[in-house]
């Protein structure tokens, strides 16, 4: 089953988690996990790691080349470069090979490239949080989460975001207290599903919740919903269900929305506020 739910497709009210519907849901002992991806999902960061992505393009090119976002948008949906700093380093690497060179002869340090990157993105310091990471507009409310928590359903994050970046949008700016959050530090790269296992299992052992409930994993990218196929290969005994999103600065919103529906997403949003208590129940029901 596979649903599009974007501008102009869905008439959209908003969730009070005060609302009859949530004492509906209660009723019906609706029980589900929800994991979230954190870029493109929880926050834009079109002005943030794409912008200092591109930065760090552009200088290591010696100003030669800048990708635009439709360039950063179609390496995304290769599905293999979730890392930002990995991405900024192949984009480098296929310039010059356009130029004729090969990468054994880039001189191209990559910790030098994740430096520059990192005081674009954080700042010049790691704790300074003065660089591009001020520019990130919130996707999501507290609210919604509350919402979801008082539907009966439990939700955490797993990212490839680094855990300082990802603990400062979620405790500092969405104001939560010590959320799951399974980080790049924390679990190999997307598509590897270690890291999403391993935020259900601590889920699963915070709330002492009762096992094999099905897990969403909403996310922005190919490599998101490659990490749901791969896990439904070796853990059976669930559902595990891709739940896409098309983040803002997507210039060709069907092109990004069908890519995500052929990696496996189930539905693909607008934004991740249409995942509603209801239609994670139906969702649940038909997998």
Request: proline share 5%; with cysteine.
């Amino acid at each position: 089953m596979y649903y599009i739910l974007g501008k102009d497709r869905i008439g959209r009210k908003a969730l009070d988690p005060f609302s009859p519907q949530i004492s509906i849901f209660q009723a019906q002992a609706v029980a589900a996990i929800v994991i979230f991806d954190i870029d493109g999902v929880i926050r834009d960061v079109s002005g943030s790691y794409r912008r200092a992505l591109a930065d760090t393009v552009e200088h290591f090119t010696g100003s030669a080349y800048r990708p635009t976002q439709t360039e950063i948008d179609s390496l995304k949906l290769e599905g293999l470069w979730n890392n930002d700093w990995e991405a900024s380093q192949e984009m480098v690497y296929r310039y010059f090979e356009t130029q004729g060179c090969s990468r054994a002869t880039v001189n191209l340090n990559y910790e030098t490239l994740v430096a520059f990157f990192q005081a674009r993105y954080r700042g010049p310091t790691p704790q300074s949080w003065t660089g591009y990471i001020q520019n990130e507009p919130l996707l999501i409310s507290s609210r919604y989460l509350e919402a979801l928590s008082c539907s009966g359903i439990f939700w955490g994050f797993f990212s490839g975001a680094t855990r300082a970046s990802a603990t400062y949008v979620l405790e500092r700016r969405l104001g939560l207290r010590a959320p799951i959050l399974v980080a790049m530090e924390d679990a190999p790269s997307k598509p590897d599903p270690t890291g999403l296992v391993a935020a259900v299992n601590q889920l699963e052992a915070q709330y002492e919740v009762g096992a094999n409930l099905p897990v969403l994993y909403v996310g922005d990218t190919v490599a998101d919903l490659y990490t749901v196929q791969q896990v439904k290969a070796i853990h059976h005994s669930r559902a595990w269900i891709g739940v896409g999103v098309v983040p803002p600065h997507v210039q060709d919103w069907a092109r990004y929305a069908a890519r995500l529906q052929q990696s496996g997403a189930v539905v693909v949003l607008e934004n991740v506020e249409q995942l509603t208590p209801e239609s994670i129940f139906s969702l649940t029901l038909s997998h």
